[in-house]
């Protein structure tokens, strides 16, 4: 482990700030900032046994139990029916690990009496035990383990007690100190309106544990509020003054606070000025960054160009359709055609023969070599009967050349409906060949627009530049300022230092978000999405989704499964990031309740977990406990030691 000096980081901001660097370390100290920062420790989370003792009532089932279940590295998957207590043992397990419960039920709390949760923190066995009475906690302990054949074990050996507890508040409070402690975690602050400051600790890094629904749009922890989604990724990435940063910009936004309502208290009716000034030139500066982060684009509306892209593809289907018929048209009259040229060929034929045979004079008959009498010649002129057989004889040469007439007049009508059905093919040959350049322009404006993002997001952030523009014009004018303050050294040395340590914070994690959404988008390939072609984070852990090489949006405009999913790929990216480049992220314990809740399909379920179980093999460190209702999900991929299933004779879990 290597201490990181702040030497060179005091020149920095005494040089920002233009201020000696003795003031610089003095403001340091005054507020607490260390002069030094040491990377974090490997951090690693896992359980290994739970168990559950108590009473049901209110249920059919009214009865004791006892349960005792073992979760091994790996997948692990709780399988049995819904409402059957398989999301009750995730929530039981963060209840002991997070101090506080997510939505447990209140009456399965009060089944409960006991309550032991065995995990390793950073590779200590540890003992979580509760003791509980009407679904609150009346004791509670977390005690390291004597050995590691303790764990699992009938006997309850302990070890040392680390902490004790006897309220369910005094347990948060707890459990909260001692897992920053343990997984080297510092709380996140941030600034609130009148000069406090909200503290996110144990249990809001505990969000990215045990993620919320595939419904829910946000992307890691379970916080929307002071961009913690963000200051989670930047911790978890172990970029050095990720903390260091958060801390410092919350302590400015303090002493602003502060400031401000000093300044109230003096001068009312300028202070509310200056303040609503503060917020409309804040409200600027953000619409004006995420103008800059829109890409150019036309400007035309994507809904306008989607549903001239649709027009156009409907039209081309009908082309295409009538094309089809037409070419089919077609084949059938150059198949008449054909025939009728076959019939006056023949037609030809059999007056060629006819004269030929005409013009023989046999001497015998051809069957029978019996020889032809002269009654039968004269016959064959005064009766018009064939010397040979008897048969009457017809005028066969007229007959015949009215058949070759007929049959030249249906060949000349069958070559013009030939020729009237190639032409109808080849002008609508021409029609779909032009539709299909139209449509193809179309879709390359509707690709361009997509980049650009929607134009009422543009119009917005408009909107917005143009009121807080004419906010500040008014504001400027409505009060003189009465007379001017030097600047306040504290805020200016913490400006600088904020700026200085958002500057190297960027260069720092370029990389890493780079290398970051490369392997979220592997996994999210693995778990099913084929189209993600690639997968962006900034530092405020906003994600934008590319899918086919096409922009489609950010994370919060992805499907509840496609959420789930990428949600899923980015926790455990972290984990094999960090385990690649020897850094201090994820502890590496994922929990997730049910993975067929959010649009995931049958097929799309099948190959998620056969992605988690091989990731999970391949990843050291890394604990899935999930939960099913589908028997076949664990089936051929998962050891029964990786199956907790319904107690025998009964299908609940516990």
């Known amino acids: 482990m290597t201490v990181q000096p702040v030497g060179n980081l005091v020149d920095a901001v005494a040089a920002r700030a233009g201020v000696d660097s003795a003031i610089v370390l003095e403001v340091l100290a005054a507020h607490g900032i260390p002069t030094a920062t040491v990377p974090a420790a490997r951090r690693s989370l896992r359980v290994t046994r739970l168990r559950l003792r108590g009473t049901k009532t209110g249920v059919p089932e009214t009865s004791p ?29 963060t209840l002991c690990l997070r101090g506080t419960p997510r939505e447990l039920q209140l009456d399965v709390a009060t089944w409960l009496d006991t309550v032991e949760c065995d995990a390793d923190v950073n590779g200590v066995p540890l003992r979580f035990r509760l003791q509980i009475s009407d679904g609150q906690i009346t004791d509670a302990i977390i005690a390291e383990l004597a050995s590691e054949g303790s764990r699992g074990g009938a006997e309850l050996i302990l070890g040392r007690t680390l902490v004790t507890a006897t309220s369910a508040e005094e347990y948060a409070a707890a459990v909260d100190a001692f897992m920053l402690d343990r997984l080297d975690l510092d709380p996140i602050y941030a600034a609130v309106r ?25 992307l890691l922890g379970e916080t929307v509020m002071g961009g913690l989604a963000g200051r989670l990724l930047m911790v978890f990435l172990d970029l050095p003054g990720a903390a260091l940063l958060t801390r410092v910009n919350t302590l400015r936004e303090t002493l602003r606070a502060k400031a401000r309502m000093r300044t109230a208290a003096a001068d009312p009716d300028g202070s509310r000025i200056a303040e609503l000034r ?25 809904a306008e160009i989607a549903a001239r892209v649709a027009a156009l593809g409907i039209q ?3 082309a295409d359709a009538d094309w089809r018929a037409l070419e089919a048209a077609h084949r059938q009259s150059k198949a008449a055609r054909l025939e009728d040229e076959r019939a006056l060929n023949s037609a030809r034929e059999t007056a060629v023969v006819a004269r030929l045979f005409h013009g023989l004079d046999p001497t015998n008959c051809p069957r029978c070599e019996t020889p032809v009498g002269a009654d039968r010649r004269a016959g064959e002129t005064s009766e018009h009967r064939c010397a040979v057989c008897a048969s009457r004889l017809t005028d066969e040469d007229d007959a015949t050349a009215d058949v070759i007439a007929e049959r030249e007049e249906t060949l000349k009508a069958s070559r013009a409906a030939e ?34 993002r929607e134009v009422g997001e543009r119009a917005a952030l408009e909107a917005v530049v143009a009121r807080s523009e004419g906010a500040l014009a008014v504001l400027t004018q409505a009060v003189a300022p009465r007379g001017t303050t030097g600047p306040d050294p504290p805020l200016t040395v913490l ?24 392997e979220i988008a592997e996994l999210a390939r693995r778990f099913g999405m084929q189209s993600v072609t690639a997968v962006t984070l900034n530092r405020a852990a906003r994600m934008d989704i590319t899918k086919a090489g096409i922009a489609a949006g950010s994370f919060s405009r992805q499907s509840p499964g496609e959420r789930l999913r990428l949600r899923i790929a980015t926790v455990i990216a972290l984990v094999r990031v960090g385990t690649r480049l020897g850094i201090a992220t994820h502890p590496g314990l994922l929990m997730i309740d049910s993975l067929r809740a959010e649009e995931v399909q049958d097929a799309d379920a099948h190959a998620v977990v056969d992605a988690l179980v091989e990731i999970a093999a391949d990843t050291p460190g890394l604990q899935i406990l999930t939960t099913t209702q589908d028997q076949t999900l664990p089936r051929g991929r998962l050891g029964e030691e990786a199956v907790l299933r319904p107690v025998a004779g009964s299908d609940a879990l516990w």
């Open 316 to 318: 081309v289907a009908d």
């Open 278 to 302: 503060a917020e409309h030139q804040e409200q600027l500066d953000q619409a004006h960054r995420a103008l800059a982060a829109l890409p150019k684009g036309p400007a035309a509306s994507i």
């Open 495 to 518: 400006d600088a230092l904020h700026a200085e340590l958002d500057e190297r914070l960027q260069a720092a994690a370029r990389g890493l978000l780079e290398t970051l959404g490369q």
């Open 194 to 218: 009148d000069g406090g400051q909200q503290r996110h600790a144990w249990p809001s890094y505990f969000g990215a544990l045990y993620p919320p629904t595939g419904g829910d749009k946000i």
């Open 65 to 93: 139990f006892d349960r005792t279940f073992t979760f091994p590295a790996g997948v692990v998957m709780a399988v049995g029916p819904n409402l059957r207590g398989k999301t009750s043992l995730l929530e039981i397990i």
């Open 419 to 452: 020729a009237e059905s190639l032409h109808a093919l080849e002008d609508q040959e021409r029609r779909v060949g032009a539709l299909t350049a139209d449509l193809q322009v179309r879709e390359r404006e509707l690709i361009e627009a997509r980049a650009a």
